[in-house]
């Protein structure tokens, strides 16, 4: 039931998405039936919309990247502190 419920609210979620057909006319052809509101004003909002893209996917990499290999091997490294449990609350 649960799983129902969840999936029933994707799938509206995905159908809300969509663009309506006012601002569907109104959207450039690359942007058809994507967005919703006024369509791109000059060449910048592509420019700053394809940044930002660049931006994140950057960050989304090097994230899963550093948390699946850290890479640090040094014995006094910080993390060696909680792994290797000999912190003293006392200092």
């Known amino acids: 039931m649960k799983?129902?419920?969840?999936l029933?609210?994707?799938?509206l979620q995905t159908v809300y998405a969509?663009?309506?057909p006012?601002?569907?006319?109104?959207?450039?052809?690359?942007?058809?039936?994507?967005?919703?509101?006024a369509g791109p004003e000059s060449n910048w909002d592509y420019?700053?919309?394809w940044a930002t893209v660049?931006?994140?996917?950057l960050t989304v990499f090097y994230s899963v990247k550093w948390l699946v290999r850290p890479g640090e091997k040094?014995?006094?490294?910080?993390?060696?502190?909680i792994l290797n449990n000999t912190y003293d609350a006392r200092q």
């Open 74 to 81: 040094s014995e006094s490294h910080i993390k060696r502190v």
């Open 8 to 11: 029933s609210l994707l799938l």
């Open 54 to 57: 660049a931006v994140v996917l």
């Open 18 to 20: 969509m663009a309506c």
């Open 22 to 37: 006012v601002c569907e006319r109104n959207q450039p052809k690359v942007l058809k039936g994507i967005t919703h509101g």
């Open 3 to 6: 799983r129902m419920t969840i």
């Open 47 to 49: 420019v700053i919309v």
